[in-house]
């Protein structure tokens, strides 16, 4: 039996659904990482981080985008790894929330983060063309990102991992249907 992955190859677009809080649009994001494979095929405790260009390809970022009303947090985090760097993975505790000005835009946004430990790369995803994504290890991966708020988060990711004291007690798995995600 042959079963085939459907991928929606079209990002949403528009900000007609979008979240704001005290006038500042939310946006989600996540930092994908991964645990480096050694050459005898084990998995090492290297952390390997994603990330992705700018639509311009001017900076270097994590993915993120709008939350939109029709979303938990959580999906819209797992929809824009994979709108915009085309991953998989579960989602796990949120790592901070960030006010940050938009450099496009002069406004301050809200900008909620999430870790994804990536399970899947997908070869095709809706934002290829437009984007480059980059595996990289913690230290070229925080100076490569442009933003002071994701190297923040970077920061925590890092902090969470390398210390079990902070370790969440019980993981949360968000299972998300890519279909939906269109």
């Not at 900000?15 to 095929?41: A, E, H, M, T």
């Not at 260009?53 to 790894?81: I, N, T, Y």
């Not at 925080?142 to 004291?165: Q, Y």
Request: charged letters at 30%; a neutral charge.
């Amino acid at each position: 039996m042959v079963v085939e992955k459907m991928v929606c190859l079209v990002s949403r677009t528009g900000r007609q659904f979008q979240r704001y809080n005290k006038g500042r649009r939310q946006v989600v994001g996540c930092i994908p990482y991964r645990f480096k494979l050694s050459s005898d095929g084990k998995i090492s405790d290297e952390l390997e981080i994603l990330v992705i260009s700018s639509q311009k390809g001017h900076a270097m970022m994590f993915p993120k985008g709008g939350w939109e009303l029709d979303e938990s947090v959580e999906e819209a985090a797992a929809r824009e790894s994979l709108e915009e760097a085309g991953v998989l993975g579960n989602i796990g505790h949120q790592l901070g929330k960030w006010d940050f000005l938009s450099k496009s835009r002069g406004t301050y946004y809200e900008g909620l983060m999430f870790p994804m430990l990536v399970t899947e790369q997908l070869e095709l995803w809706p934002e290829q063309q437009a984007r480059q994504r980059i595996w990289m290890n913690v230290v070229e991966a925080r100076e490569a990102c442009r933003d002071w708020w994701m190297k923040e988060a970077l920061d925590v990711l890092v902090e969470r991992l390398s210390s079990p004291i902070n370790q969440p007690k019980e993981k949360k798995t968000i299972s998300i249907s890519i279909e939906t995600m269109c």
